[in-house]
Structures are given as C-alpha cells and as structure tokens.
C-alpha cells in the first residue's frame, strides 16, 4: 500500500518491476492487492484497489460513529476497511487518533461476532428504512442497526422467520439474551396472506445496561432459506409479540 504518487514517476519508484513480481511471482501473489500510489500520474488510473480522492480532512476529525457506520457498511458489502492512522513525527499517535481506534475496539468487542468471518447476505446487504446492514455466518443472520428503532420495535422486510426462528441481541446478559420477542410481519395481497419479515421487539434499555453505543447488532437464527419479494401490498403484524 503506497503513498508515492507526489512528484516522482512510477519509473523513479521502480513500480512497475516491483508490482509485476508482487502481482506474479511473490508468495502472496494469488491474493495480492494493491493500490494507485506508485508514482505521479498513476492514481485513479491504474491498481487492484483505486483510491482516487483522499479523505483528508485537515479541520475535522471523524467520529467514532462514523467509523463503525463505514465498517458495517463495508464488511455488509463484503469488504475490508483500512483505516490508515498516521504517527506524529516522533512516532507518537495522537491523543484523538487512539480515542477513535479504542471506540472501534470496545464497539467490536460486543458486536465482533457479526463482523469477523462473516460473508454478505446474497438475499440484502441492507435495508434503508431500518437503518440496517447484514452480514451471515453459518445459519445466522445478523442485522447491524446503525439507528435505534422507533418505538423498541425493529421492523426488517428482508428475512423470513420460521417457527425455530431465535433473536437475540448481541452484548446482553444471558439472561435476557436467551431470546427476544418477535412477531411475523404479512403482506395482504390478493386476498391472501404472504410473509413480509420479521418486527422484533426491542428492550427499552438505560443508558446503564446498554451494550454499546453508535449501532446495535441483532442476531437472527434459523430463518427460511428464501427470499421475501415485495408484493407490493399492504403490510400487517399479525402475531402478536411473542418470546421464542
């Protein structure tokens, strides 16, 4: 991963030796990535990974939120982020720096199981009335909520429950984690009635027993193995909401 797109060509840098071996012959090279910065001219033009425009922003920090926002996203679209953190120039980090990469890590330590060795949902990567991304491990669906849910009740239109269908919220107690209520969502369509999701209920959580901060991440296990398509009719709880 290069920054050497300033004001020396590629040729300067020796890139195009350097990323032939990288890219044929080293013992990475099957799965070998690499970026645009190799030389003054190259960028947005030519690599595995283009960067084009940077985010440099020299007057504003990114939020924390807004980190786990960008990793869920990405992860929910079958990426990997890389957050490049730059030492000062006695090779100290910032005080700010390490209060974003600390946020990261205590948000990860609660919702890590939906994010490590997760792949995309091939069904949704998101759904955006809910606020929610997806990811899958297993027979698990997990639904990373980057908003809190109106009213406690998660309404998601894209998984199918099924009578075995579990819910549990990542970071609560045993307890309370055995199980959530949830309620079949319907759609009324012509004259009968069709699966349409799933409305999850939500514990009205003090900011003392909250588990994390900036986005919750439900895990949803044993749904049905296909897809809900919108009939576009109208939508109803039918159920009313019960613990599973």
């Not at 300033?6 to 990323?19: G, I, K, M, S, T």
């Not at 990405?74 to 957050?83: D, E, F, H, K, Q």
């Not at 079949?184 to 009205?204: M, W």
Request: hydrophobic share 40%; charged share 20%.
């Amino acid at each position: 991963w290069s920054d050497g797109d300033w004001d020396a060509p590629d040729e300067y840098w020796n890139a195009p030796e350097f990323l032939a071996w990288y890219a044929t012959n080293s013992s990475v090279a099957e799965t070998a990535v690499w970026n645009d910065r190799w030389g003054k001219g190259i960028a947005c033009h030519h690599g595995a990974y283009v960067t084009c425009s940077d985010r440099f922003q020299p007057a504003e920090y990114l939020s924390t939120e807004y980190f786990v926002h960008e990793l869920i996203e990405t992860v929910a679209y079958g990426g990997n982020m890389l957050l490049n953190v730059g030492p000062a120039a006695d090779g100290t980090i910032p005080a700010i720096f390490w209060d974003r990469l600390l946020g990261i890590g205590d948000w990860l330590k609660v919702n890590g199981e939906a994010i490590y060795a997760t792949t995309p949902w091939k069904v949704a990567q998101n759904e955006t009335d809910a606020g929610a991304y997806y990811t899958l491990k297993g027979n698990t669906l997990y639904a990373l909520v980057t908003r809190w849910p109106k009213n406690n009740q998660l309404t998601l239109r894209a998984p199918t429950p099924t009578e075995n269908t579990r819910v549990r919220m990542l970071g609560l107690d045993e307890k309370k984690e055995s199980g959530l209520a949830w309620a079949r969502l319907f759609d009324t369509y012509r004259g009968r009635l069709e699966d349409a999701g799933i409305v999850i209920a939500v514990p009205a959580l003090t900011p003392d027993v909250i588990p994390c901060q900036h986005a919750w991440a439900f895990a949803i296990s044993n749904i049905a193995d296909h897809a809900y398509e919108d009939s576009g009719g109208d939508a109803d709880t039918v159920d009313l909401l019960k613990a599973k």
